[in-house]
């Protein structure tokens, strides 16, 4: 199958499934968030759908555009990284000396050979090593150390939703306040409205959350008893913590778009649009915006997989259960299994979000090759 | 008077030449005013002259245009007397600070800001002013270090990739593309796992900062050698490596004598941005409670220490807070000041 048959295809949804798939896909996880947001818990079968319609869409792109045998190789080199950081992790954390049962030096020896029979950490380190790779090709990421008995794998299942949770929320926050913020710089364009909205954008860059935070607890907890201080339990506990984690995605996507949207409008086509006469409208939305939007997607996909995955100032400032505080607390106890896998689950997902971005580019601008 | 272009010089040197017809008759005219005074001798006129065309053709280099250009940006300007100031702060912070940063006054446990206390105490009776000009010194220590560092890896690293290319290139640049598929955060604090478990006997000070700073330069030079290789690659296809090459250069003199100082621009860029990620990474693992650690004061620290009495003396946070922002603020202007002074073609107008 390829473009050239969907654009000869008899029915009409057939030959716009390039434009319903992305909407439908869109569409399925912006719903999906509101939904979220306004405090309701989503169904499992939700979340499914919508990585479904997603995958869909990548793949309906992929085959139409003759890019599967591209896709194939990325997936393989996936794999190949996500085996290299496992390994090297491991063996890095292995290597240095002193353990995670250091710390008390009165252990009788009897309890230290149990710990040690009860972890596995007798073992020659070869054989650790194969039960250990063994054991993240089958979803085991071993016994957490602090939580006693319990897997880590659970223990990040349980954490990510709140995570994944804030990071989407904060994007789609980031997304719709930097574009439209960045489209009407560039059409304002050298005027103070231009020159206020860059201030902010770049203010909004410098500030760290650790300072936006405790202003915004301030004005609206303290002072107005509007929102709740910490937590993760409904909308009103949401709002802060989203607002502070996309307030610098959200700067930098200003930024982003005000530059390449001037940059677009000096090219040849969008000359042509105002040389037809065609509404000034119409030549932002109709040609210029997809065409702006790559530079932004170069930035989207990896500053997505981090906040995601749990940006840790505000997880720690808001007090979120997310996957970043377990992190910080399995560093502080050198909880070596939940380091190793939070470590994977986190470069899993940047590399997955670097891999969308890649296919993105090309279903934005059909002139870049992939190879 | 007239001036004509000669054009760029291979290395991008731009040189301003007086054509030789005007310097001819300007001398002319001067040998003529001469001519009155006695002193003059003709014999000497064809040496004065080269001497004197020689004096004038002083280029305009590089560097001069982009300060010249920086300067005429005043918001980037005041960003860098800015800069210079805090680093003046960071520099002698032992001889401005009032007070030891570890200094405890039980008398004045969280002391509101009077004439001794400037901005008050912590909740140690530690002095704030203090603490947050030691901070300065730590955070510009470690903003400005890690970019050293990282400059050295990265242009090494980068140019040697580049040069050599083919398969080595490949390999090494798979190498860099596996490290950047670990989130930075995640990466930092494995490096400091590792940092704080080997090195057991070391000046307590120094390691207090050499973890932080390790943790950061080990990540710091991913992107650097990304642009040095992609700028080394572009400056083999020109004629002044190829004629360097063909008198027999060696191929370290190529690269450090001669692509290094040309692509000085894009490097210096990425540098900038690079300190200003540094010194936020550094504030957020303080933060957070992995970098360094208290007695020691970094503008994380005290944030962090801030956070604990937010509800009752917001100015311990918010100070460092805001020595921060206002310090991220001024590199971000400056660092785009110098994007755009460095080469005006690319500026986003």
Partial sequence: ?371 | MSTDFVGAGDNGQKVRRESDAAIVSRENARAHTFEENASFTPTVQGVDFLERAAERTKGSSLWRDTWRRLKRNRMAFISLIFIGFVSLIAIFAQHIAPYSFAAQNANEVLAPPSWSHWLGTDDLGRDLLSRLIYGAQVSMAVGVLTALVSLVMGTVYGAISGWIGGRVDALMMRIVDTLDSIPTLVLLILVKIMFDSIDQGMNPEVRAVAGVLLALSVFGWLMLSRVVRGEVLKAKQTLYVESARSMGASDRRIIFRHIIPNITGPIIVVVTAQIVSNIMFESFLSFIGLGLQPPYSSWGVLANDGWKTIRTYPHLIIAPGLALFLTMMAFNIFGDGLRDAWDPQTKKE
């Fill in chain 1, 1 to 371: 199958m390829t473009a050239e048959d969907i654009r000869r295809a008899s029915h009409p949804v057939i030959r716009q499934l390039g434009i319903i798939l992305p909407i439908a896909a869109l569409a399925g996880i912006v719903f999906t968030a509101i939904w979220s947001f306004a405090g309701f818990l989503i169904p499992n079968s939700v979340i499914i759908g919508d990585v479904v319609l997603v995958i869909v869409f990548l793949v309906f792109h992929a085959t139409t555009h003759g890019l599967t045998g591209y896709v194939l190789k990325r997936l393989m080199q996936t794999l190949f990284v996500i085996f290299t950081i496992a390994s090297i992790t491991f063996f890095l954390l292995r290597v240095i000396p002193g353990g995670p049962f250091d710390e008390n030096k009165a252990l009788p020896p009897q309890v230290k050979a149990a710990i040690d029979a009860k972890y596995d950490l007798n073992a020659p380190i070869y054989k650790q090593y194969i039960s250990y790779i063994e054991g993240i090709a089958t979803g085991h990421l071993g016994y957490s150390y602090t939580y006693v008995g319990r897997e880590v794998s659970s223990i990040i299942a349980e954490s990510l939703p709140a995570s994944m949770q804030l990071g989407i929320f904060a994007m789609i926050l980031a997304l719709m306040v930097g574009i439209p913020a960045g489209v009407f710089a560039a059409a304002n364009h050298g005027t103070w409205k231009d020159n206020v909205t860059m201030i902010a954008a770049t203010s909004f860059i410098s500030i760290p959350s650790f300072l936006a935070a405790p202003i915004l607890i301030t004005i609206f907890c303290f002072g107005w008893n509007l929102l709740p201080v910490a937590l993760w339990n409904g909308t009103t506990f949401y709002i802060l913590p989203v607002i502070v984690l996309g307030m610098q995605p959200a700067a930098v996507i200003a930024r982003l778009t005000r530059s390449s949207v001037l940059e677009v409008s000096r090219s040849d086509f969008v000359r042509t649009a105002k040389a037809k006469g065609l509404k000034q409208r119409t030549i932002l939305f109709k040609h210029m915006l997809k065409n702006s939007l790559i530079p932004v997607l170069a930035y989207v996909g990896p500053v997505t997989a981090y906040v995601l995955s749990g940006s840790f100032v505000v997880e720690d400032i808001f007090n979120i259960p997310g996957i970043g505080k377990h992190f910080i607390m399995s560093v502080t106890n050198r909880d070596y299994p939940m380091v190793l896998g939070v470590t994977l689950v986190f470069a899993t997902m940047l590399i997955l979000a670097n891999f969308i971005v890649d296919i993105l580019y090309t279903y934005f601008d059909p002139k870049i090759r992939l190879t």
